[in-house]
Every structure is written in C-alpha cells, then in structure tokens.
T-cell receptor, first 113, second 114 residues
Framework: GAGVSQTPSNKVTEKGKYVELRCDPI?????LYWYRQSLGQGPEFLIY????????DSGLPNDRFFAVRPEGSVSTLKIQRTERGDSAVYLC???????????FGQGTRLTVV | GDSVTQMEGPVTLSEEAFLTINCTYT??????LFWYVQYPGEGLQLLLK?????DKGSNKGFEATYRKETTSFHLEKGSVQVSDSAVYFC?????????????FGKGTKLSVIP
C-alpha cells in the first residue's frame, strides 16, 4: 500500500478483555516498529522486528503485551487482560531496512473502560 | 538511558512570526537527531534530520542544527503560517548503542493564528 496502515483506528474494550491491533507496513519494508503514545506524551518504544524476528522487545511493559510478525510483513500487537492504564494510541512504523527513515501509521486509539 | 527534552507548549504565534522550539538530548555517543511533525488527524511525519555534529537539517522552511557542545537541536522557522499548526516532536536515535529505537520528547503543540 501507499503507507503504513493500522486497524482498527479506534478500539474500545472492557477491562480484562483481550485485544489485537494490526499493522500493515509499506510493501517491501523489512523493519517494523511499535510505539505507544499516552496523552500528552511523546511516543515510547515497545518493540521492533527485523523480518520475522523480534530484534528488540525491551520496551514491552510486561508479559501481557506480545507482538508477532509471522511472515515478515503484517504485524499484530496483542494485549491480554487489558487494564485502564493501557489506554493510549498505539503507533506502528516501518522502514526499508534498519537505519533508514521510519514511516508511521495513523495509529490505533485504544480505550479500556 | 537516552532522553530528549523539549520546551513545553502550547505555543501560540501570529502568522509570519519567528518560531523556535528548543530541544536538548542526553545520550552516550553521537545519536542521529530528528524533528517529527503531527498535523491534526494525521500520523507522525519526518520533518528533518541531522546525523552528525554541525549538520543542519532543513525542510519546508524549518531548520535545525546539531550542536554537540550544547547537546541541542533547536527547531526554527523564520515566518510561520497557519498551516504549520501541529504538534512537533524532537527525537534521537542512537544506533551506536545497539538498538534502533527512537527516543521522543513530549511534543510541543504549535498554533498559528491569522
């Protein structure tokens, strides 16, 4: 596609539920990144993939968060047992390879009620 | 770890005014530095970047110079337009530290009034 696509654009879920957030990177981009942006803050790094493997997942806040990229293209961020504190905008970005410009999607706004 | 500090907003300017948004960083080694912009309803876009000391990044009339001695990367524009209203984020990327994550500041909201 023309840009990084994230779905859904908005997600409201109840506390304790499981959610999946999807990211379609720009075609041909091998590197994919997830960030989280809380209200009034800058984006915070969660995880990045080089191909299918998670090269650095040091930003995942706890073991309720998990991300996959099984075929080296689409990625899914999975959050188990959601908490109100998980409410934020989740941003995905991709780049052709590491060390090149990252292009961001418009994000998924997650609200946990 | 690495960190980025930028001036708090919001900043409100009249059209054609001069803009400065301050940004300082802390990092081991020599990171690359970026300014990203987020227009209302849109995703983050790279505005400009600089990869080494004394480099000047420029785009759309905006400029920023990588100052190693003051660990700064201030964003400037000589004459702002209403269309520049957006949130601006300063960021660093320290690939020399073995990771490819961007570290962002908190963002500065700019409103330009006619």
């Amino acid at each position: 596609g023309a840009g990084v696509s994230q779905t859904p654009s908005n997600k409201v879920t109840e506390k304790g539920k499981y959610v999946e957030l999807r990211c379609d990177p720009i075609s041909g981009h091998t590197a994919l990144y997830w960030y989280r942006q809380s209200l009034g803050q800058g984006p915070e790094f969660l995880i990045y993939f080089q191909g299918t493997g998670a090269a650095d997942d040091s930003g995942l806040p706890n073991d309720r968060f998990f991300a996959v990229r099984p075929e080296g293209s689409v990625s899914t961020l999975k959050i188990q047992r959601t908490e109100r504190g998980d409410s934020a905008v989740y941003l995905c970005a991709s780049s052709r390879v590491l060390e090149t410009e990252a292009f961001f999607g418009q994000g998924t706004r997650l609200t946990v009620v | 770890g690495d960190s980025v500090t930028q001036m708090e907003g919001p900043v409100t300017l009249s059209e054609e005014a001069f803009l400065t948004i301050n940004c300082t960083y802390t990092a081991t080694g020599y990171p690359s530095l970026f300014w990203y912009v987020q227009y209302p309803g849109e995703g983050l876009q790279l505005l400009l970047k600089a990869t080494k000391a004394d480099d000047k990044g420029s785009n759309k009339g905006f400029e920023a110079t990588y100052r190693k001695e003051t660990t700064s990367f201030h964003l400037e524009k000589g004459s702002v337009q209403v269309s520049d209203s957006a949130v601006y984020f300063c960021a660093s990327w320290n690939s020399g530290a073995g990771s490819y994550q961007l570290t962002f500041g908190k963002g500065t909201k700019l409103s330009v009034i006619p």
